[in-house]
């Protein structure tokens, strides 16, 4: 499945009234970039509010940087005292912010940090209830229930702890897991959590009982992210052996193996409106798109999103908006392609592993890995201005870099005019060193006069 053909991009529409086509949520064409100021700290969380109003990110300073979900800048970083280390009233140690998470249902905030505090924050990022002991080492993930009246939080103290929201004591503790619980997450609308651990299992709970339900062992290296598909059937892990796999928790059978990243999975996180549609980061700063059910090939791929690992991958609710953040400070925006862009038509080999060839979309270059069949109709379609989609594979990768698009037919007139076209004085040069051969042989007439004389 290939992206649409750019003429018809012209009234681009949002990701929600075309569900059938989950290419349209592909964000790969970078928007703008964005930093904490005066002082650029590391974003190690953000979230989306519920109406999409603010991004919320939690700093390596334990603060909330807010940006505007309208003109994507910076309004304000929200200093949270909870995520503070105070000495006589004053600051002496600043404690990172590692997890956050929205409910669904009302505008509240849930934080951890590094040392195992849970805040609650209302609308206003004000701080409303402050668990002081929640865990005794650094939360790395928390998760609300489908009605948002339980909490589920995991840490490197190697527990899954289910909470009231408002309680300071858990409902239950899941010590399954023998080492560091990098993440979980809450099943869509089942009674149901996923966590992924340090020892490369991936567990499942019923959180009445408090019981394993199921443990898969398919990777073979630390579980970094999991997430639930908004189906409730598919729930997507990535490891730090740079695969992301795609369990069917109906016959409890790995779906896909999804290999593409030549580095740790660091993030992923699936497209809020397209089911199919999943988004993975590296430790090398790249950021791979996958089509689940479709085949086990990265569509689309961006090689040089950040310099350093993605840690964080946020979707806008409405599926049209990306928001990712790297360990080197920086937080980009990635919007869909516009119309008229192209994507690159030979796949970048120090980040993906090898794949066969692949082309973008628009009109195609003149390459010696694409059939004269394929640039003849692609050519012929510009040449008319029809909306004829040219699918030579499902299959697109890019490299964040665009070309500009141009008519074949008119660049290659363009050249041979190029070549034919010379100036007054090369075509002089050139009838010169015809006669005497190369400039350098030329004689110097003028040398050998000034000997005689």
């Known amino acids: 499945m290939s992206q649409p053909h750019y003429n018809s991009l012209i009234d681009i529409k949002i990701p929600y009234s075309n569900k059938l086509q989950p290419t349209d949520g592909i964000c790969s064409h970078f928007l703008r970039r964005g930093f904490t100021k005066p002082v650029k700290f590391q ?11 603010w991004l919320v990110l939690g700093t390596q300073s334990g603060d909330f940087a807010l940006w505007e979900g309208e003109t994507l800048k910076v309004h304000k970083v929200v200093s949270v005292p909870a995520h503070k280390v ?5 600051v002496q140690d600043y404690v990172p912010i590692t997890a956050m998470a929205w409910n669904h249902h009302s505008n509240s905030l849930v934080s951890g940090d590094n040392n195992g505090v849970i805040q609650y924050s209302d609308d206003s990022f004000r701080s409303s209830y402050v668990v002081r002991e929640a865990h005794t080492a650094a939360v790395r993930g928390l998760s609300y229930s489908p009605f948002d009246s339980k909490l589920a939080s995991c840490s490197d103290d190697g527990s899954v702890r289910i909470w009231s929201v408002g309680q300071d004591q858990p409902d239950s503790i899941l010590p399954g897991h023998q080492s560091d619980v990098k993440c979980v997450d809450w099943h869509p609308f089942r009674a149901l959590i996923a966590s992924g651990s340090r020892e490369s299992m991936v567990k499942l709970w019923d959180p009445k009982s408090g019981n394993c339900l199921s443990t898969i062992s398919s990777h073979k290296k630390s579980i970094m992210c999991c997430q639930w598909n908004q189906n409730g059937n598919w729930l997507a892990t990535g490891a ?10 109906r016959v409890m059978k790995e779906l896909e193996n999804l290999r593409g990243h030549n580095s740790d999975v660091c993030s992923l996180q699936w497209h809020p409106i397209h089911e199919s549609l999943l988004l993975s980061g590296g430790y090398n700063g790249s950021l791979i798109y996958w089509l689940v059910g479709h085949n086990q090939y990265a569509h689309t791929a961006i090689g040089d999103a950040h310099r350093q690992s993605v840690d964080v991958i946020a979707w806008h609710p409405a599926g049209h908006l990306l928001a990712t953040a790297s360990h080197d400070c920086i937080l980009k925006f990635w919007c869909r392609e516009p119309p008229g862009s192209q994507l690159d038509l030979k ?15 628009g009109p195609l270059k003149e390459s010696d890995n694409i059939p004269d069949v394929i640039l003849q109709s692609s050519a012929q379609s510009v040449k008319e201005n029809t909306n004829v989609t040219v699918q030579p594979t499902a299959n697109v ?12 037919n008119q660049n290659k007139t363009n050249q041979q005019q190029n070549r ?5 004085q090369q075509q002089q040069q ?3 060193a015809n006669i005497y051969g ?3 042989t030329k004689p110097n007439y003028n040398r050998k006069r000034n000997r005689d004389n």
């Not at 796949?347 to 979309?361: A, K, L, M, R, V």
């Not at 034919?420 to 007054?424: F, I």
Request: charged fraction near 20%.
């Open 420 to 424: 034919n076209y010379q100036p007054k």
């Open 347 to 361: 796949p970048p080999t120090d980040f993906i592993e090898s794949q066969p060839p692949i082309y973008g979309y």
């Open 438 to 440: 190369p400039a350098s």
């Open 430 to 432: 050139q009838q010169s």
């Open 397 to 408: 990768i890019s490299k964040g870099t665009h070309s500009q698009n141009m008519n074949i």
């Open 43 to 53: 974003l190690n969380a953000a979230v989306w509010s519920s109406d999409a109003r």
């Open 86 to 90: 105070f000495t006589d009233g004053k």
């Open 240 to 249: 730090k052996d740079g695969q992301v796999k795609i369990h069917d928790i």
